[in-house]
C-alpha cells in the first residue's frame, strides 16, 4: 500500500469532483489517500510523508491557482523525485482543434515555470457553470460559448469532464506508483 496525495485548486468545484475521483481510483486500487484543498494544507504537511502526488488545478483567465503554483514551486524537487501527475482542468479543453491547443499550452507553461515535469499530464474539460456565475460573468461565458460552439442555455450547468479519461490518467499514475 501506498500513501499517495491529491491536491487540488477549483474556482466553482468542478475540479474538486475530478480530485475526489482520482482519490476514489486510487483507492480501489488499495492504496490510502489524503485529498486536500491547496488553498487549506496544514501547516506540517510534509510531501516526504507520501510516496506519490497527483495535483489538479484549474485554468482562470489562463492561470492556474496561485496557491497551487506556490506549492509546485516549494515542492518541485520532491515531486520530480517520486511518482507524480498533474492535470489541469479547462473548458477549451472540451473545444477542438486550436481551443484545446491552448489548454495544453497553458498546462505545458505551468508545468515549466514551476520547474516540475510529471510523466502523467492531462488536459482534463471543465463544467460551463451558468448557475454559479454571477450576471456579469453568467453573460461574458454565454457568448464565449456560443462563440465556440458550446452551451449557450443559461438555465442549467453543462458538464463535458470526460470521466472515463479521468480514470485512465489515474490508472496512468498507478502504473509509475506501482511500478
Known amino acids: 500500500m501506498a500513501f499517495v496525495l491529491v491536491l487540488y485548486g477549483t474556482g466553482e468545484g468542478q475540479t474538486e ?3 475526489g475521483h482520482v482519490a476514489d481510483v ?17 501547516t506540517d504537511l510534509s510531501l516526504t510523508a507520501y510516496d506519490g502526488a497527483v495535483i489538479g488545478a484549474s485554468i482562470h483567465l489562463g492561470r492556474h491557482q496561485r496557491y497551487i503554483r506556490e506549492f509546485a514551486v516549494e515542492n518541485s524537487t520532491l515531486l520530480e523525485a517520486m511518482p507524480s501527475a498533474f492535470f489541469s482542468v479547462s473548458l477549451s479543453a472540451a473545444g477542438r482543434g486550436t481551443q484545446r491547443e491552448k489548454a495544453r499550452a497553458v498546462l505545458e507553461g505551468f508545468l515549466e515555470e514551476v520547474g516540475w515535469h510529471p510523466e502523467v499530464r ?4 471543465g463544467t ?3 448557475g454559479q456565475y454571477g450576471p456579469m ?5 454565454k457568448l464565449i460559448a ?34
Do not use: C
Not at 122 to 125: D, G, Q
Not at 137 to 141: A, D, G, I
Not at 164 to 173: D, H, I, L, P, S
Open 128 to 130: 460551463l457553470a451558468y
Open 137 to 141: 460573468k453568467r453573460f461574458v461565458m
Open 122 to 125: 492531462a488536459v482534463v474539460p
Open 146 to 179: 456560443r462563440r465556440a460552439g458550446g452551451a449557450t442555455d443559461t438555465s442549467q450547468n453543462h458538464e463535458y469532464t470526460d470521466w472515463e479519461g479521468v480514470t485512465r490518467f489515474t490508472e496512468a499514475f498507478l502504473e509509475r506508483l506501482e511500478g
Open 17 to 19: 469532483r475530478i480530485a
Open 26 to 42: 486510487i483507492r480501489e486500487h488499495g492504496h490510502d489517500v489524503t485529498l486536500l484543498h491547496g488553498d487549506r494544507i496544514p
